[in-house]
């Protein structure tokens, strides 16, 4: 398996425009979670899913961050529309089907949004 | 809540020395588990070490051991003969399952810096 996958590795948007982030899980992992890092906040867990469905999105910033994942292989978040703060790195994870294992990252999404 | 609070937001060491990173957590969950990744500039994520909370005896990986205290709610990392390829941010993690899902919470990090 190739791991998880996320795309693009950097976004690079003017303030205002609406941003997808892509994630592709590893195959027969069940979990999915999306982290935000930044200097300040370090990795904070925005939304995670579990056989697909958003379990607890409380770690979204506002409504307009949003996240879907219409099946266990593809998961997208989306800000719109995107501020200066949102400039981070976006992180996606998925773990197998028990909670005593790691979870694997992808290489991250870089967004600058000016 | 649960909490990850890693205090050292940076620490330094030279090379072959020992070099303790600390964490700390709160839950109220009996069963979880305990991690360490590490971040090296290329973004990457690794799992360091893992520890299960029902287990006494703590983890150890090689040059890489944690000192587990249940009770005390800490979970400290010591790398051992330090590399210069350990320069990374080290992130503690905790996850907890409930309702059958899984929860995994990151600390803001210790960034490493090893010293030839």
């Known amino acids: 398996d190739a791991g998880v996958i996320q795309s693009p590795r950097h976004e690079v948007t003017e303030m205002g425009q609406e941003v997808t982030l892509r994630c592709k899980p590893i195959?027969?992992?069940?979990?999915l979670f999306w982290y935000r890092q930044t200097m300040m906040r370090g990795l904070e867990l925005l939304i995670y899913?579990?056989?697909?469905?958003?379990?607890?999105d409380s770690g979204m910033p506002e409504d307009r961050f949003s996240a879907k994942m219409p099946n266990a292989s593809f998961s997208t978040l989306k800000i719109q529309p995107s501020e200066p703060r949102d400039s981070a790195v976006y992180f996606c994870?998925?773990?197998?089907?028990?909670?005593?294992?790691?979870?694997?990252f992808g290489q991250g999404t870089r967004l600058t949004v000016v | 809540a649960q909490t990850v609070t890693q205090s050292q937001p940076e620490m330094s060491v030279q090379e072959a020395e020992t070099v303790t990173l600390s964490c700390t957590y709160d839950t109220s969950e009996n069963n979880y588990y305990l991690f360490w990744y590490k971040q090296p500039p290329s973004r990457q994520m690794i799992l360091v070490i893992r520890?299960?909370?029902?287990?006494?005896q703590n983890a150890t990986e090689n040059r890489f051991s944690v000192n587990f205290q249940k009770a005390a709610k800490s979970f400290s990392l010591k790398i051992s003969d330090s590399q210069l390829g350990d320069t990374a941010m080290y992130f503690c993690?905790?996850?907890?399952?409930?309702?059958?899902?899984?929860?995994?919470?990151f600390g803001t990090g210790t960034r490493l810096q090893v010293f030839p």
């Open positions: 899913f579990n056989n697909n469905v958003p379990i607890d």
């Open positions: 195959s027969g992992h069940n979990s």
């Open positions: 993690a905790f996850i907890f399952s409930s309702y059958n899902t899984d929860k995994l919470i």
């Open positions: 520890q299960e909370a029902y287990k006494q």
């Open positions: 994870a998925s773990s197998l089907p028990t909670w005593r294992t790691e979870a694997f």
